[in-house]
């Protein structure tokens, strides 16, 4: 029997894995999976709740990280795996995304050498997305786990054109769609079931919803002045729509330390609310007007949901949501963003459609090959 490690570490593998580990299910007389968190990222709604909700099993190893800095974290996870690996001997290790613990995990299965005299094999799901900003931590963890996989599971066709561009074998690269739209697509009649839009007093249709979290939008005074201004201006367009903020306590401390914080709550319409389970926020974004964001797998889900999103960063590794999807780039340009939501507002928002082999299948796809390869 074969024995695959999935290395995870924020929630957003939690949801690109859930569909896979279900396969390998499937397969339970030919492998055994293991689930191995990180804990990058640690509390009861990024991790307890969506492992609960995503019905996966308590992972089998928890390493404990924590927050620390770049090189810390790294280091924390590459030495705590590094004792995983040896132990279990694993045939193939599943990494997922762009995160600390998705490079750390790479690195160490490159260095390890099994009895053959081989690394231990990576397989990378969500392969080839470049943002070309290496200002990105998230750019150069993607950049490291492309260089070190044997198998580069791809969700769009930028991802293709990117690695050709810098040169992996065409061999080890398989287009095969989006494990976060499986999960998507699996939940969205359960995630239908949440109250959270009485709980918040909102109604469908009659709201925006926002995410931030990127260091360049809410570590920095005048950007976040220019959100502010883009949150009024929203008041002005519609005064009748509510302004869901979905706000890390990070994101508070900061507006606190540039006294902005009277101004943030003067804001009308504005309703604030900490992080949510998966369920909850499925239903929020499923049902707003729009989003702004500055996430990459928002980007994609509301692609898929068809529902508009407005990205306010100046670049994205998701080039697909642009191109044929429900996203506009718009970076911190207020008049840009004003444009859009007159668009949205007038029913002239381009409506967008549902990239190639995103249906919900992709996880079959990958456990093909990863059995046809192990």
């Known amino acids: 029997m074969k024995k695959i490690i999935s290395v995870v570490g924020a929630r957003p593998n939690f949801m690109k894995m859930a569909p896979i580990h279900k396969q390998l299910l499937k397969h339970k007389s030919k492998v055994q999976h293991k689930i191995v968190h990180t804990g990058q990222h640690y509390d009861k709604k990024m991790s307890d709740v969506f492992f609960k909700e995503l019905e996966l099993p308590k992972p089998d190893i928890y390493l404990g990280v924590g927050s620390r800095s770049h090189a810390e974290q790294k280091a924390h996870i590459m030495m705590e795996f590094e004792k995983v690996v040896l132990k279990e001997k694993p045939d193939l290790v599943l990494v997922y995304g762009d995160i600390n613990s998705t490079s750390a995990a790479s690195i160490v299965c490159a260095k390890t050498l099994t ?99 990127r260091p360049s939008n809410v570590d920095n005074k005048e950007n976040l002045k220019k959100i502010l201004n883009i949150f009024k201006s929203i008041n002005k367009i519609n005064p009748e729509l509510d302004i869901v903020f979905s706000i890390h306590p990070r994101t508070i401390k900061m507006l606190e330390k ?83 939501i007159k668009e949205i507002e007038s029913g002239k928002f381009k409506k967008g459609k549902i990239p190639k082999l995103w249906d919900g299948n992709a996880a079959e796809r990958i456990v093909k090959v990863i059995l046809k390869k192990i």
């Open 115 to 213: 009895e053959n005299g081989r690394s231990i094999p990576v397989a990378h799901i969500e392969s080839g997305l470049r943002s070309f900003d290496r200002n990105m931590p998230e750019e150069i963890n993607r950049l490291i786990t492309d260089v070190l996989a044997d198998y580069l599971f791809v969700t769009e066709p930028a991802g293709i054109r990117n690695l050709k561009n810098e040169g992996i074998n065409d061999r080890k690269v398989f287009f095969v769609g989006n494990t976060m739209i499986d999960s998507l697509k699996f939940y969205l009649n359960k995630s239908s079931k949440s109250g959270i839009l009485k709980e918040l007093c909102v109604s469908g249709n009659n709201y925006a919803v926002v995410t931030l979290h």
């Open 258 to 340: 540039f006294k902005l914080k009277e101004s943030f709550d003067e804001i009308k319409n504005l309703i604030t609310t900490e992080a949510l389970g998966y369920f909850d926020f499925l239903k929020l974004i499923s049902e707003a007007k729009l989003i702004l964001t500055d996430s990459g797998g928002i980007q994609e889900e509301t692609t898929y949901l068809k529902v508009p999103c407005l990205t306010l960063r100046e670049n994205t590794e998701r080039p697909v949501t642009s191109e044929i999807g429900t996203n506009v780039i718009c970076g911190l340009n207020e008049k840009m963003i004003i444009n859009k």
